[in-house]
């Protein structure tokens, strides 16, 4: 296993890695995202993101535009169902915490403080596999991202509780949100330990902004299991938090770990642009 002080030289892309975390979040070094990609760099990112789950790249000046580029070098765009976007950056998703908050007000429900862990799109039949979220206003301090490395855990499970789990579905409920914006998707279920396509890993994948529920048990039993899925997420020792600063890019695999956005910054108007990545069929499209 890789220490923290550890540097990687991807020597034939130019790329320098150095992990923040023994098993997830990297931050890469020798790169201008404003550029388009050769082959050799492309292939370079995508190997380092299969191992290390979460890259980040520092002192970039990239704006949208640009950063629906590189997020294509890794496949299809999708524009999210609730995107404020403008017409010529359709793909890119506007976090903007005022308005999350006036969202969460109108749906009518909220979570318990630090248990929104969750995935991208998880509510969908097919989700897509990757995230690009880039700083676009940023509290002085506060406002860190918290990745979590969903194989680690899972394999730090007790056995019974992997037993209990495994075979198990869930589901992710988007609908109230869906509605708000004048569109519908039926409510699906996906397995909660799910085995990563490309690695192979297996990886515990339950998304707790969006009410989930473990079918075929009674809800006592569901809550339990969950409680246990959510305790995994929240171990410090399986996550990598990251601080933010202006010209920062994040670039996720959003099969292999779930994250949670830190709300520490007041009534600040924190914004983050995100760009989501699909390379599988996107079934019943909206």
């Known amino acids: ?23 997830i979040g990297a931050e890469v070094e020798g790169i201008d995202l404003a550029k388009p990609l050769t082959d ?66 109108k749906l009518g429900y909220k979570l318990r403080p630090g248990e929104a862990y969750h995935t991208d799109t998880s509510w969908r039949l097919v989700s897509t596999w990757g995230a690009v979220l880039r700083d676009v206003n940023l509290p002085e301090v506060g406002g860190d991202t918290i990745w979590v490395d969903a194989h680690l855990a899972y ?48 990886i515990l994948w339950v998304n707790f902004s969006q009410q989930p529920q473990i079918l075929g048990l009674e809800l006592s039993e569901s809550h339990e299991l ?23 890019v994040a670039f996720w695999d959003n099969r292999a770990t779930v994250h949670f956005a830190v709300r520490n910054y007041g009534d600040f108007p924190r914004e983050l642009h995100r760009i989501l990545i699909a390379d599988e069929p996107l079934w019943t499209d909206l």
């Open 1 to 23: 296993m890789a220490s923290t002080a550890s540097t990687f030289d991807v020597s034939n892309a130019g790329l320098v890695i150095r992990p923040v975390q023994p098993t």
């Open 40 to 105: 050799e760099l492309r292939q370079a990112i995508r190997a380092a993101l299969l191992k290390w789950k979460v890259l980040f790249f520092r002192d970039q000046s990239i704006d949208d535009a640009q950063q629906a580029a590189f997020a294509a070098n890794f496949g299809p765009l999708y524009t999210h169902p609730t995107t404020r976007h403008d017409a010529a950056n359709k793909e890119v998703h506007a976090i903007a915490a005022r308005e999350d908050r006036e969202y969460e007000k």
């Open 155 to 202: 394999e730090t499970l007790p056995e019974d509780l992997k037993a209990r789990l495994e075979g198990k579905h869930v589901t992710h409920n988007f609908v109230p949100a869906l509605e708000l914006s004048g569109h519908e998707y039926p409510i699906v279920a996906h397995n909660i330990v799910r085995t990563h396509r490309e690695t192979g890993e297996k």
């Open 226 to 248: 969950l409680e246990e899925v959510l305790r995994q997420y929240k171990r410090p020792d399986l996550q990598a938090r990251f601080s933010w600063r202006p010209g920062t």
